[in-house]
């Protein structure tokens, strides 16, 4: 072996050792690392039992980004959420009869062409198709997965999802907590309509924001039907029994179908987009606790969020 050849390996055999050390260095600085929210959890003595559980959630963890970019763009269409659930609950048949209640039939066939190039379903040449990956009991997950997908992508936010806390009186089961400008914001996610939702959740959902005591709560139904009918009404109910109904714990109309309690819970449905819905609360609350900051005098962000 020449003098060229043993430069060369030399060279070589330098370059891979400072590889290796930069390597353990990358390691060791990542040790270290605490997600945001976690963090930001840990702080109020909740700490984070686990979270980011995705075997529930339509889109695989192996699947390529591009698939998973696709996935979340067509998330983003009320139509195509509203497919997915029938298809959830549709046995793979000869007839799309069943996906046809909301979408029209080459909706569905093109639907369906997008998941088969994701990798989640097989279509024949008669429109017969069959789960590649194994199928998901519901909706939800995947929702709560999009919304997660929200904050980091639209709003640059730190977020985690499908989140468990230690340490909670009512139970630490969270669908979605972000961070926001340094406040904590938490987001309940309901697939079903209004009419799936009563009581309990409710009830439900205001006991585990005591808990949490988060500067934004939202409570999200992934519906266009108006919220002022059912939800509205069960929320003001509730707090009536909890005992916190007062002036500043009135269920308020913010804009069209979006209702606030205090500037601090809000009441949502999907019409306009979800994104966009939370862009308006989320704006509507630092407005208002901005507001409230500056004026000493001003009671509201009290009542607002403390218990």
């Known amino acids: 072996m020449g003098d060229k050849e043993w430069e060369a390996i030399r060279e070589l055999t330098e370059r891979l050792d400072r590889l290796q050390h930069e390597l353990w ?118 929702l709560e997965w999009f919304v997660w997908q929200i904050f980091q992508r639209e709003f640059l936010a730190p977020a985690l999802f499908n989140v468990r806390l230690d340490r909670t009186r009512h139970g630490g089961d969270y669908d979605v907590i972000a961070l926001l400008n340094q406040r904590l914001v938490v987001v309940e996610v309901k697939s079903s309509p209004p009419r799936g939702v009563e009581m309990p959740a409710v009830k439900a959902f205001l006991n585990r924001w005591k808990d949490l005591q988060p500067d934004v709560a939202v409570f999200l139904v992934d519906t266009e039907l108006r919220m002022r009918d059912k939800i509205a009404v069960l929320f003001q109910e509730a707090l009536t029994d909890f005992g916190e109904a007062s002036e500043d714990r009135d269920v308020s109309r913010l804009v069209h179908e979006l209702f606030h309690i205090g500037h601090s819970i809000y009441l949502i449905n999907s019409r306009r987009g979800i994104y966009s819905n939370l862009r308006v609360c989320l704006r509507d609350a630092f407005r208002w606790h901005a507001h409230s900051s500056r004026w000493p005098g001003r009671e509201g962000r009290r009542h607002a969020s403390g218990v």
């Open 25 to 142: 260095a990358l390691k060791a600085s990542q040790a270290g690392w605490v997600h945001p929210v976690e963090r930001a959890l840990s702080q109020r003595g909740l700490p984070v039992v686990t979270h980011g559980d995705t075997s529930q959630v339509m889109v695989p963890p192996q699947a390529p980004q591009e698939a998973v970019d696709r996935f979340y763009a067509l998330l983003r269409r009320y139509s195509f959420r509203l497919f997915l659930r029938d298809l959830i609950r549709t046995s793979p048949e000869n007839s799309l009869e069943p996906l046809m209640r909301y979408c029209s039939l080459t909706t569905v066939r093109r639907y369906l062409r997008e998941l088969e190039q994701m990798g989640l379903v097989r279509v024949d040449a008669q429109w017969r198709w069959q789960w590649l990956q194994p199928p998901v009991p519901s909706f939800g997950p995947t």
